[in-house]
């Protein structure tokens, strides 16, 4: 049988370090930087890309499904069977169907699961989570910039300020990305000092993570 998934976000951080420093910052132990900016717990938002949904508050440490419920799109999916009979707010088109019973129409095994399957995964909504975090121009200057994110469940691209770093394919690694001043000067400026930078994580159900699919 075929469940969804929930998308879960549990870190991230922007990191920068002077190109010639190498001394670790006590700033937190397991991050080697001079400056880390934490991106958890601030203002994020969630849309899906065919903007069915729109305009939805989110929050990061988090999941899909509780940031649903909190806009009151679901009921709570652990109770009775909300997880299955309120799955097509988050998958899209309900693609089980009626005569979905782990074989064909009468019963046999005629390939209708792998048709089911491949199908489910077509359809599945894109969901986008964004935020925005500020970096001053002169701490920009002889640093290099990274992003930090871990815990991301999982198939999802990384962009800043609309260019893609990087991709993200396992929950259970911790992904550092590079940013450089290509992607920094696209920031805009929010005062005169200081650039504003978008970050967007785009949940793709069209990335292969090698099965690791709830499901599949």
Not at 30 to 38: A, C, G, H, P, T
Not at 94 to 120: A, I, P, Q, V
Not at 177 to 186: A, M, P, Q, R, S
Request: hydrophobic fraction near 40%; proline fraction near 2%; charge should be neutral.
């Amino acid at each position: 049988m075929l469940f969804p998934f929930s998308k879960f976000i549990l870190a991230f951080f922007v990191a920068a370090r002077f190109a010639s420093s190498s001394a670790p910052s006590s700033k937190r132990s397991n991050i080697i930087s001079d400056i880390v900016i934490s991106l958890s717990n601030e203002k994020w938002a969630l849309w899906s890309n065919d903007q069915v949904f729109t305009d939805l508050t989110a929050q990061v440490p988090g999941d899909l499904l509780s940031d649903l419920m909190m806009n009151g799109l679901i009921d709570d999916p652990y109770i009775d069977r909300n997880f299955l009979t309120q799955d097509d707010v988050w998958i899209g088109n309900d693609t089980r169907g009626s005569n979905h019973n782990g074989g064909g129409h009468d019963g046999s095994d005629n390939g209708y699961e792998e048709k089911l399957k491949e199908k489910y995964f077509q359809r599945k909504r894109t969901w986008v989570y964004s935020t925005t975090f500020d970096i001053s121009v002169n701490a920009s200057t002889g640093m290099s910039w990274k992003l930090i994110v871990e815990g991301i469940k999982m198939g999802a691209n990384i962009l800043i300020n609309g260019q893609r770093i990087g991709q993200v394919l396992d929950q259970f690694l911790r992904y550092e990305f590079k940013i450089g001043n290509d992607v920094l000067d696209k920031g805009v400026f929010c005062s005169k000092n200081i650039r504003r930078h978008n970050l967007t994580i785009s949940f793709d159900p069209s990335i292969r993570v090698n099965g690791r699919f709830t499901g599949e």
